[in-house]
T-cell receptor
């Protein structure tokens, strides 16, 4: 069975600092990997996805993630945090052709001035 | 121009009642989903329909019954509501292709269900 593990339920950074949110996956076959963001009282919005086309994936709002098969990781980064980045971030994995998404437990990003 | 919409946004009800949540998408997608997000923000799939056919049915109490009248709509009916059903329920949709697995799921704004 596939799964994802997000290390750290909360990550705090200062505005302008590097953002690093960790995600490790477990899958018996090459997976499709996603990062979603959830702002308070809203639905989920796709930040970026890995579908084997390129290992470094660029997403919206300046986020990017690198797929590392040797480390089974898909960490999310952003060079410089903005106050508006404060939200809950979810890593998810999919393998079935009908895209059953299995989500991690989420990481809340806190950005301080 | 809302892509995936859900009604109602908030639902407060008593234990034992029956309630429904509706979902509609105008993206031309052929696959729709229901997810449940609990109080700890954990998200888990409940059901998925492709072209009105049930394709994913996770371990969900049979008090929950999804219905898809057409490709653009997926409703969720819950019988005999229990305290543990309190959660945020998200609808999502996507377009299935033979490539499989890599297509984006678009989520609705969620329905916050509170059972008293």
């Amino acid at each position: 069975a596939q799964s994802v593990t997000q290390l750290g339920s909360h990550v705090s950074v200062s505005e302008g600092a590097l953002v690093l949110l960790r995600c490790n996956y477990s899958s018996s076959v090459p997976p499709y990997l996603f990062w979603y963001v959830q702002y308070p009282n809203q639905g989920l919005q796709l930040l970026l996805k890995y579908t084997s086309a390129a290992t470094l994936v660029k997403g919206i709002n300046g986020f990017e993630a690198e797929f590392k098969k040797s480390e089974t990781s898909f960490h999310l980064t952003k060079p410089s945090a903005h106050m508006s980045d404060a939200a809950e971030y979810f890593c998810a994995v999919s393998r079935s052709s009908f895209q059953k998404l299995v989500f991690g437990t989420g990481t809340r990003l806190l950005v301080s001035p | 121009d809302t892509a995936v919409s859900q009604t109602p946004k908030y639902l407060v009800t008593q234990m034992g009642n029956d309630k429904s949540i509706k979902c509609e998408q105008n993206l031309g997608h052929d696959t729709m989903y229901w997810y449940k997000q609990d109080s700890k923000k954990f998200l888990k799939i409940m059901f998925s329909y492709n072209n009105k056919e049930l394709i994913i049915n996770e371990t969900v109490p049979n008090r929950f019954s999804p219905k898809s009248p057409d490709k653009a709509h997926l409703n969720l009916h819950i019988n005999s509501l229990e305290l543990g059903d309190s959660a945020v329920y998200f609808c999502a949709s996507s377009l299935h292709t033979d490539r499989g697995g890599g297509n984006e799921q678009f989520f609705g704004p969620g329905t916050r269900l509170t059972v008293l």
